[in-house]
C-alpha cells in the first residue's frame, strides 16, 4: 500500500521568500510517480509538478522546484520568491508506474498563508 | 489545454432525492474519477473508471454509483442523498498509466443536501 504524510497542517511565509512544503511517502513499487497540486480557495486542483521514481534530475518548473530524495522517501516542494497568490492549499500525491493500479495516493495537504 | 467540466460549482438538494454530478473532459483521457474532498480528510476517492463502461470502487464508494457510458463522460450518483454526503466532489482526469500523468481537475461542486 502507498501513503503520503504531509506534516505541516500549515505554512506562514513573507512575500519574496522562499517555503518549503515537506512531503514524505512509503510505498514498495519500484516505479512510481510523484505529483504536488495547487488548492486555491476557489477549489479547484491545479497540476504543479512531477518527479518520476527514476528521474536523476530534480523537477523544476518555473518559481517551483521538487527536492527529490529517494533514499529518504521524501519528494518537498520549494516554492521561490513568494507571491500572495500562492496562498492556497498543496497536496503532494503519489501514483504506482507500470504495473501498478491507476489510483494515486493524496497526502492531507499543507495550507500556505504567504503575508505581504 | 486539458478541459474537465463540472455541471455545476454549487448545489442544493434534499435528503432523498436522486442526485447527478456531471463530468465532461475534451482530451480523450481513458481515466476518470471522483473524489469527496473534507476539510481535515483530504481528497477521498469514491470511484474510477480506466474505459467506457469500466468502473472500479474507491475507497468510499458506499451511497454513490457511477456511469460511463461514453469516454469523454463521467457521471456520479447519489442514490438517495443524505445529508452526510454535502462535501466538495471533484471530478479528475488523466491520459493513460496514472504513474507517469498527472491527473487534470475539474473547478468542484460543492453539494449541499437539507
Known amino acids: 500500500a502507498q501513503k503520503i504524510t504531509q506534516t505541516q497542517p500549515g505554512m506562514f511565509v513573507q512575500e519574496k521568500e522562499a517555503v518549503t512544503l515537506d512531503c514524505t511517502y512509503d510505498?514498495?513499487?519500484?516505479?512510481?510517480?510523484l505529483f504536488w497540486y495547487k488548492q486555491p480557495s476557489s477549489g479547484e486542483m491545479i497540476f504543479l509538478i512531477y518527479q518520476g521514481s527514476y528521474d536523476q534530475q530534480n523537477a523544476t518548473e518555473g518559481r517551483y522546484s521538487l527536492n527529490f530524495q529517494k533514499a529518504r522517501k521524501s519528494a518537498n516542494l520549494v516554492i521561490s520568491a513568494s507571491q500572495l497568490g500562492d496562498s492556497a492549499m498543496y497536496f503532494c500525491a503519489m501514483s504506482p508506474g507500470p504495473g501498478g493500479s491507476y489510483i494515486p495516493t493524496f497526502g492531507r495537504g499543507t495550507s500556505l498563508i504567504v503575508h505581504p | 489545454d486539458v478541459k474537465v467540466t463540472q455541471s455545476s460549482r454549487y448545489l442544493v438538494k434534499r435528503t432523498g432525492e436522486k442526485v447527478f454530478l456531471e463530468c465532461v473532459q475534451d482530451?480523450?483521457?481513458?481515466?476518470m474519477f471522483w473524489y469527496r474532498q473534507d476539510p481535515g480528510l483530504g481528497l477521498r476517492l469514491i470511484y474510477f473508471?480506466?474505459?467506457?463502461?469500466?468502473?472500479e470502487k474507491g475507497d468510499i464508494p458506499e451511497g454513490y454509483s457511477v456511469s460511463r457510458e461514453k469516454k469523454e463522460r463521467f457521471s456520479l450518483i447519489l442514490e438517495s442523498a443524505s445529508t452526510n454526503q454535502t462535501s466538495m466532489y471533484l471530478c479528475?482526469?488523466?491520459?493513460?498509466?496514472?504513474?507517469?500523468?498527472?491527473?487534470?481537475f475539474g473547478d468542484g461542486t460543492r453539494l449541499s443536501i437539507l
Open positions: 482530451m480523450d483521457h481513458e481515466n
Open positions: 479528475a482526469s488523466s491520459e493513460g498509466q496514472a504513474g507517469y500523468q498527472p491527473q487534470h
Open positions: 510505498t514498495s513499487d519500484p516505479s512510481y510517480g
Open positions: 473508471s480506466y474505459d467506457v463502461k469500466m468502473k
